[in-house]
């Protein structure tokens, strides 16, 4: 059998399926493919020959490759003659996922324009303020979300024309948006009428910008991250790449993008579409993949989740951490048949190993578990752990994956050595091209190529990757460095506590200390002593909460699953039912 780095060697090399050379982005010379995509248009060229295949199932409609795609280009066409979208505009979308998101995405980058993806669990003044950054010309809005500014659109001097989804008719905000208004609102099906087998011609160039994703805005107004054609691809060949040296590492464990030769392998889809993960990991790369997309009606809702997997044979099931736990925990998930499910994939969770054993418990026959680390600025995955890695070293998130550098650097900048501790950098086609008209910004964030995530970890002398903690999340106590997750970590292990936080409080000596927020089990019971005891018998005094915070409510935390410590720490507040 040979080695992953056996394997790498003889994709990546001369000749390989995957030979990597260099080019110049942005003045900064990076690893690439030699042979790649020149932008997103090529993939529905490539998957309209599928045909009849399903791409994407919603509810009980079913979308074949051949429906969905002349639809998306009849959409792309009708924004052009329509509503005057041309090369660079920027066509904002704020709805849940369904058909109308996705279609709405490859009509815009497929004729050259930018698809700006709102956070659909943004309040009025949030989602205001997303348009006026961004210049959006179109809005494609469902109705729970169009109502949140259908009052507002004075706001928005730049929108010109709103499409509302299937599930809405403009009649009925009519009076609401008043008489300046009125005539720019329309149904999507108008998009909808004229399916075509002809794309746009529009040019458009490796590094036209494609997406423009906000960041979670956890800290100040949100930034616009600018993901561009050539991010996207290098996204795509990355895990193409990942899932092929994988089925070459452990034939038994199959090709995760690849059902055998009668099936179509059927994908899970569950994360938000207007979060890389969902976007650029899981709408662009189930395309070129061929796979087939079971997308959910409405809110994530755990037991409908197992109950879709039982019923349509789900294969694959990518999504952000929290939602994985919540199946998992589910009391009655052991009543449903999840013998499909081969492949689970998550996102940095900090709990990766009790994850792990989650998953085992819940779907038998998975053969592979990876747990990925990457930023909305990284255009998605930037390192990978699965298979035999994944059990070898369950608390990292693996190697970088092809293309992509990783450096580790100190408060002065400087590169540290193997093993310490610093903030992590990333380099390579997958960093973003900056933030959307905000150049002082991307100057601090982007250093010489190098994107500094703001994240805390090492590398290890094999190359793999472990995030500590969050930057600005790191408690400094007494001098000592404290992180986050470590605690946090510990605190999960234990079967009473469904969810842990761990913050730093002002004291007038040490200058900070810890301070735990728990979430309790609901068939448990446990004291704060309990809780400090617990920390105590597994890591060092200096690391025992000082103060412990007992709920039995969810802890707030965004679309990708990452806990609001802003929220925690009354610099916010978020229900629960926004957060998910």
Not at 22 to 27: E, F, P, R, S
Not at 220 to 243: C, D, E, V, Y
Not at 290 to 297: D, S
Not at 352 to 364: C, H, M, S, V, Y
Request: glycine residues 8%; charged residues 25%.
């Amino acid at each position: 059998m040979p080695t992953a780095a056996e394997v790498r060697a003889q994709l990546t090399g001369p000749g390989g399926m995957f030979e990597i050379t260099t080019a110049t982005v942005n003045g900064v010379e990076v690893q690439t493919y030699a042979e790649r995509m020149p932008h997103l248009r090529q993939i529905p060229e490539l998957s309209l020959l599928r045909g009849d295949q399903v791409f994407l199932r919603y509810g009980d409609e079913d979308w074949t490759f051949e429906r969905f795609i002349t639809t998306a280009n009849g959409v792309g066409h009708a924004l052009r003659d329509q509503a005057g979208v041309h090369h660079g505009d920027r066509v904002a979308v704020l709805s849940q996922n369904n058909p109308e998101w996705c279609l709405t995405f490859w009509a815009a980058v497929t004729g050259g324009a930018i698809l700006v993806g709102l956070n659909g669990w943004w309040k009025a003044e949030e989602v205001v303020y997303g348009l006026q950054d961004s210049g959006a010309k179109v809005l494609v809005a469902d109705r729970k979300r169009f109502e949140r500014i259908a009052d507002q659109l004075d706001e928005c001097p730049d929108l010109e024309r709103i499409y509302l989804t299937r599930d809405c008719d403009p009649a009925d905000f009519a009076d609401v948006v008043g008489d300046a208004h009125r005539d720019k609102l329309h149904r999507f099906d108008e998009l909808m009428a004229e399916p075509t087998t002809t794309f746009l011609d529009a040019p458009i160039d490796e590094d036209d910008v494609a997406v423009i994703f906000y960041s979670s805005g956890t800290t100040g107004k949100p930034k616009g991250i600018m993901s561009t054609h050539r991010n996207m691809i290098a996204n795509l060949q990355n895990t193409i790449f990942s899932t092929v040296a994988a089925s070459m590492l452990d034939p038994d464990a199959g090709n995760a993008l690849e059902g055998d030769a009668a099936d179509q392998t059927v994908s899970l889809f569950t994360s938000p579409l207007f979060h890389v993960s969902g976007c650029h990991s899981g709408l662009v790369v189930g395309m070129l993949a061929g796979l087939r997309l079971v997308m959910p009606v409405g809110k994530f809702e755990p037991e409908a989740a197992l109950r879709t997997i039982q019923e349509e044979g789900v294969n694959i099931w990518a999504a952000v951490p929290t939602m994985i736990w919540r199946v998992c925990e589910h009391p009655d998930r052991h009543d449903y048949d999840t013998s499909s499910v081969t492949t689970v994939a998550f996102g940095g969770s900090p709990s990766a190993e009790e994850l792990q054993r989650k998953i085992a418990d819940t779907f038998p026959n998975v053969k592979s578990t990876s747990n990925a680390y990457g930023l909305t600025e990284t255009s998605s995955v930037a390192t990978v752990n699965s298979g035999e890695n994944a059990k070898r070293k369950p608390t990292s998130v693996g190697p970088p994956v092809p293309t992509v550098e990783i450096q580790v650097i100190d408060g002065a900048g400087q590169a540290v050595g193997t093993g310490e501790v610093g903030e992590i950098c990333v380099k390579g086609p997958i960093v973003m091209k900056g933030y959307w008209n905000k150049p002082e910004a991307t100057a601090e964030t982007i250093v010489d190529g190098w994107l500094r995530t703001g994240d805390i970890g090492y590398v290890d002398d094999e190359g793999f990757v472990f995030i500590t903690d969050r930057k600005k999340d790191m408690i400094i106590r007494g001098g000592e460095n404290i992180y986050c997750v470590e605690i946090e970590e510990r605190l999960v292990q234990h079967d009473a506590i469904a969810d842990a936080a761990v913050i730093g409080v002002p004291h007038p000596e040490l200058g900070e200390e810890v301070k735990a927020v728990v979430q309790i089990e609901a068939d448990h019971d446990m004291t704060e002593a309990e809780v400090k005891q617990w920390v105590a018998d597994g890591l060092a005094n200096f690391k025992v909460p000082a103060y412990v915070e007992l709920q039995r409510d969810k802890l707030p935390r965004n679309a990708s699953g990452k806990l609001l410590k802003n929220v925690l720490r009354g610099e916010g507040v978020v229900s629960f039912e926004e957060t998910m």
